[in-house]
């Protein structure tokens, strides 16, 4: 059993930042793809940035473009959200997200909530302005 949990979270001021951590364990970590979404209050979970476990591909939100970055260790089997700039509007339950270990993950499908198996618990950002 896959678990991620998800650490970093916190409350901070407009223009702060804050590194997100998401740690993988349990049986062998073999996923194809990590992301990150969000779930503002009131709102559905959104999509904000994924990354191809073994290689170099990346996918952002348009709301995040430029002021996230979403990187890996692979070693550590253990992912991060560096979130730069922050805005009230991005405040919102941050969740970790993996998948199985697919064979292939089409481009589009890396924004697509089926695509993940495994998801955190998730953790709380709050930007105040």
């Known amino acids: 059993q896959v678990q991620l949990v998800e650490s970093g979270g916190g409350l901070v001021q407009a223009g702060d930042s804050l590194r997100l951590e998401c740690a993988a364990s349990g049986r062998a970590f073999g996923a194809t793809a990590m992301a990150w979404w969000r779930q503002p209050p009131g709102k559905e979970r959104e999509f904000v940035a994924a990354l191809k476990w073994r290689g170099t591909s990346t996918y952002y939100s348009d709301d995040v473009k430029g002021r996230f970055t979403i990187s890996r260790d692979n070693a550590k089997n253990t992912g991060f959200l560096q979130m730069n700039r922050l805005r009230p509007e991005d405040t919102a339950v941050y969740y970790c997200?993996?998948?199985?270990?697919?064979?292939?993950?089409?481009?589009?499908?890396?924004?697509?909530?089926?695509?993940?198996?495994?998801w955190g618990q998730g953790t709380q950002v709050t930007v105040s302005s």
């Open positions: 997200a993996a998948d199985q270990g697919r064979l292939r993950i089409w481009d589009g499908s890396y924004y697509q909530r089926s695509t993940y198996d495994y």
